[in-house]
């Protein structure tokens, strides 16, 4: 079965510091996975997609993403984080079908907060 | 560009009671995905609606139903209330035909639904 864990739930960082969430998946065959943000109260806001190719994806925000098939991981990082970076994190895959955009699986969700 | 809309934007019911939530696909869009997600917890997947009609169903009972109309809108329905139904429910578009096809998931703000 499909699943997705985010092994850390609550991170603190410092300003400036650097920054690494973690993600691993369980998926059969080619996975599309997403990272998406949400503030309190708000939406999930698209941060970076993975779904072929270049293994190392560029986000918004500053973000980048390293899919590594071998670990099934897809880790989001970020060199220097950032006061308004503090939020909720998910990772998701995509579980697509042929005639259909198909259905996403997230994680738990790694919360993310910033010390000054 | 607009981008997908849900409203209410808070709901409060009773137990027992039924309940419509509505959501309008960004531009260009023809799929629209249901999630509840539930507080401190990651989006669970509830159905998706393609062609008016219901393409996918997560693990939830029938008393979730939805409808899609010709111009890609859709509702979600919840009878017979329960307790545990108390979420944040959201709305994600996508498109599967044509030049607008992405398998990228686009979410609105939610609308979070209380029930006592």
């Known amino acids: 079965a499909q699943s997705v864990t985010q092994p850390d739930i609550h991170i603190t960082v410092s300003e400036g510091a650097s920054l690494e969430l973690r993600c691993n998946y369980s998926?059969?065959?080619?996975?599309?996975l997403f990272w998406y943000v949400q503030s309190p109260g708000q939406g999930l806001q698209l941060l970076l997609k993975?779904?072929?190719?270049?293994?190392l994806v560029q986000g918004i925000k500053g973000f980048e993403a390293e899919f590594k098939r071998s670990q099934s991981s897809f880790n989001l990082r970020k060199p220097s984080v950032h006061w308004s970076d503090a939020a909720e994190y998910f990772c998701?895959?995509?579980?697509?079908?042929?005639?259909?955009?198909?259905?996403?699986?997230f994680g738990q969700g790694t919360t993310l907060q910033v010390k000054p | 560009d607009a981008g997908v809309t849900q409203s209410p934007t808070h709901l409060i019911k009773t137990r027992g009671q039924q309940v419509t939530l509505r959501c309008s696909p960004k531009?260009?869009?023809?799929?629209v995905s249901w999630y509840q997600q539930a507080l401190g917890q990651g989006p669970q997947f509830i159905f998706q609606?393609?062609?008016?009609?219901?393409?996918q169903r997560g693990n939830f009972p029938d008393r979730f139903s939805g409808h899609q109309f010709p111009n890609y809108s859709s509702e979600l329905n919840v009878n017979a209330l329960l307790l545990g139904d108390s979420a944040l429910y959201l709305c994600?578009?996508?498109?599967?035909?044509?030049?607008?096809?992405?398998?990228?998931?686009?979410f609105g703000p939610g609308t979070r639904l209380t029930v006592l």
């Open positions: 994600a578009s996508s498109s599967v035909s044509g030049a607008s096809r992405t398998d990228t998931q686009y």
């Open positions: 998926y059969g065959a080619t996975p599309y």
């Open positions: 993975y779904f072929s190719g270049d293994t």
């Open positions: 998701a895959v995509g579980v697509h079908g042929s005639s259909n955009t198909g259905k996403l699986i």
């Open positions: 531009s260009g869009h023809d799929t």
């Open positions: 609606y393609y062609e008016e009609e219901e393409r």
